[in-house]
């Protein structure tokens, strides 16, 4: 059974730092696009970050774009994201997610789109 887990959230002051990281086991990691989601309280779930299955394209949600960095090693079977200058309103839980896309062209950016779910880390930043 495939499974993903999250490691890397805490409480970090604004303008702080956090690296999350993912670790993939039971799936042929290099076959598979990596996400980032997150969903803070009373919100809707939403995108943050993806990485295509080769780690040669990624994809960004707007306001994370400049300040969040997406990698993967696929040695390893983990993907990171590394968080610069967070914002309080970068307060959720991060999730990361995998789908098989040996062959995509595009980076799903939707939930239902991916297929496994790890269950989250959580990330607050303090004003």
């Known amino acids: 059974q495939v499974q993903l887990v999250e490691s890397g959230g805490g409480l970090v002051q604004a303008g702080g730092s956090l690296r999350l990281s993912c670790a993939a086991s039971k799936l042929v990691f290099n076959l598979y696009t990596m996400a980032w989601f997150r969903q803070a309280p009373g919100k809707e779930q939403e995108f943050v970050a993806a990485i295509s299955n080769d780690g040669s394209a990624t994809d960004y949600k707007n306001s994370a774009q400049g300040r969040f960095t997406i990698s993967r090693d696929n040695g390893d079977n983990t993907v990171a994201l590394q968080m610069n200058r967070l914002e309080p309103e970068d307060t959720a839980n991060y999730y990361c997610?995998?789908?098989?896309?040996?062959?995509?062209?595009?980076?799903?950016?939707?939930?239902?789109?991916?297929?496994?779910w790890g269950q989250g880390t959580q990330v607050t930043v303090s004003s």
């Open positions: 997610a995998a789908q098989f896309t040996p062959f995509a062209r595009a980076i799903p950016q939707q939930s239902y789109e991916y297929r496994y």
